[in-house]
Nanobody, 122 residues
Framework: QVQLVESGGGLVEPGGSLRLSCAAS????????IGWFRQAPGKEREGISF????????YVADSVKGRFTISRDNAENTWYLQMNRLKPEDTAVYYC???????????????WGQGTQVTVSS
């Protein structure tokens, strides 16, 4: 049973930075990727960054490219989302998730963390 626990959210001013953490346990070689998603009120869940577990390749969505970076601490089995130059439109609940499927659609991710709120406001 995979367990994912996010932390690191909070209130930050526009232009500021936050680093989200996703501590994972129970991952096996069957898992294909770890993803960071976000969901703002009234909007669909959006996949913003992914880490391919076998290839160690990362992907960042165009909406956050150049500002957000995904990384992994192998020793701690923890994934990070470094978010720089934050904008009010980045305000959302951020989730990490794991999938055994090759698709990166949210529906293919069966294991989810509880989410962490990020609010960007002055």
């Amino acid at each position: 049973q995979v367990q994912l626990v996010e932390s690191g959210g909070g209130l930050v001013e526009p232009g500021g930075s936050l680093r989200l953490s996703c501590a994972a346990s129970g991952l096996t070689s069957a898992y294909y990727a770890i993803g960071w998603f976000r969901q703002a009120p009234g909007k669909e869940r959006e996949g913003i960054s992914f880490y391919y577990l076998h290839d160690k390749i990362t992907y960042v969505a165009d909406s956050v490219k150049g500002r957000f970076t995904i990384s992994r601490d192998n020793a701690e089995n923890t994934w990070y989302l470094q978010m720089n130059r934050l904008k009010p439109e980045d305000t959302a609940v951020y989730y990490c998730a794991a999938t055994t499927a090759s698709s990166l659609k949210a529906i293919e991710f069966r294991s989810w963390g509880q989410g962490t709120q990020v609010t960007v406001s002055s």
